[in-house]
């Protein structure tokens, strides 16, 4: 054979080890054009992943520190307990802003004016009182005596203390007024005005004040719904996996059923809502806007990717595994749940936790079923009115407040946390009791 080649006519020849040169240099421009497309493709995401997260935390760390003022409070007996019988009842009922608002009077004696008064008392959270109503009902004995107490401040002067509004701005710009500047300034001089961790966030439930806002209620109803949701869909998931894959018998009926499980993968989680506001709510009456209710729809929502996780760990397993136990005188159960089951476990076990994760972060199917409520208490149990985290970060998504905003970046911050923590187990998990045959 020659190694000549000719281009073309009139064209001097050409050897083949040429044209199979020009031929490499196409194919690996073409290559790397390919990975530099590549490299930017994953470049570009990673970037906005990092200006998502730059936005969310430069937007929420703010929220995990609250303002105080320390004021001299005289808990006066006769606003607090005139008959001086320290009767739970009395004390409960007693009007604890008034002393707060006394003091404020004594230490600005020059504001008179009822506008004025009106701000100068703004300054304090309405939640104030709530907090020194606690202290008093837990020692009565303050009663009558004059307590450096740190108060809750309002959350104008908390934005402001944390930098949100812009000092130099037209006093018409900004909530706060410049008479309010030199207040503020008055307690800073003194010492009285300070940055304190958040405690309220993780403790105290929803609220219409910001400053009184906390995830509490959220993060328990997202526990119940979740940890009921795993007790209902890991034995069903798996207890079907194991059917389909290992007993039953391959015919158009199990073809239809995997058809199904795998749609059922990919159907819009709001349709799952309307299922268990027309089942479960409609026909079966399980109370609305309750973890009971949630962990239900969340339950169908999961078991399809439940179902296809545990087959695939179960086809993992080699079947020299089944047969050397049916061979040694296992029946079919015994080899299942002695042998091959404790194998898939840990492929079981990260679809079952990726699940769970995909089910932290829903939204749509629980606004369907009513945990959109506005609930105050922490719920105690799986019967009693909640939300859920994702729920509350999309209420307060939608609140004008500056305070609000923090505290929606905020609540996707510790989100964000529980779905990393998940996914890192199931990385975890797999890495430790993976088998590789």
Do not use: C
């Not at 909530?175 to 405690?199: A, C, H, P, S």
């Not at 999961?302 to 029946?331: F, Y």
């Amino acid at each position: 054979m020659s190694n000549e080649a000719v281009s073309g006519p009139g064209a001097p020849p050409r050897r083949a080890i040429d044209v199979v040169n020009a031929s490499l240099k196409r194919r690996y421009a073409k290559e790397r054009r390919f990975r530099f497309m590549g490299a930017t493709a994953v470049g570009l995401g990673l970037a906005f992943v990092v200006l998502l997260f730059a936005d969310i935390i430069g937007k929420g760390y703010t929220a995990f520190q609250q303002t105080y003022v320390r004021l001299p409070v005289t808990l006066t007996e006769d606003i607090l307990d005139p008959a001086g019988t320290r009767d739970p009842q009395t004390l409960a009922m007693a009007n604890y802003m008034a002393p707060i608002r006394k003091t404020l009077r004594e230490m600005y004696p020059e504001v008179t004016a009822r506008r004025d008064l009106r701000r100068l008392y703004s300054m304090i959270s309405v939640g104030a009182p709530q907090l020194v109503r606690e202290r008093v009902m837990a020692d009565p004995g303050l009663i009558g005596t004059t307590q450096e107490l740190w108060l809750l401040a309002d959350d104008d002067i908390d934005m402001l203390m944390k930098g949100h509004i812009d000092r130099d701005a037209p006093e018409g710009d900004r909530r706060v007024k410049d008479d309010m500047l030199l207040w503020v300034d008055r307690l800073l001089g003194q010492d009285r005005i300070e940055k304190r961790f958040n405690t309220i966030f993780f403790t105290h439930g929803t609220s219409r004040e910001p400053e009184l806002a906390g995830i509490a209620g959220a993060l328990m109803g997202s526990f119940y719904t979740l940890a009921l949701a795993l007790v209902l869909s890991f034995p069903i998931g798996v207890g079907a996996a194991i059917y389909l894959e290992e007993f039953a018998p391959k015919n158009r009926w199990t073809d239809l059923i995997e058809v199904n499980i795998n749609n059922l993968a990919a159907v819009p989680s709001i349709v799952f809502g309307l299922l268990g506001l027309a089942v479960f709510i409609g026909f079966f009456g399980v109370p609305r806007s309750t973890p009971l209710v949630a962990a239900l729809v969340l339950t169908l929502m999961t078991l399809p990717t439940i179902i296809i996780a545990s087959r695939a760990a179960l086809k993992s397993v080699p079947p020299s595994i089944r047969e050397a136990a049916l061979g040694v005188g296992a029946s079919p159960l015994q080899t299942q749940f002695h042998h091959v089951l404790p194998l898939a476990m840990p492929g079981m076990l990260t679809g079952t936790i990726i699940g769970m994760a995909q089910a932290l972060g829903e939204t749509a199917p629980l606004l369907m079923i009513g945990m959109i409520a506005f609930i105050v208490d922490v719920p105690g149990g799986f019967t009693d009115p909640s939300t859920v985290l994702p729920v509350q970060i999309f209420l307060w998504a939608d609140s004008p407040e500056r305070g609000f905003v923090e505290r929606t970046s905020a609540a996707i911050m510790v989100l964000l946390g529980f779905l990393f923590l998940m996914n890192l187990a199931a990385v975890l998990l797999r890495r430790r009791f993976e088998r590789r045959w």
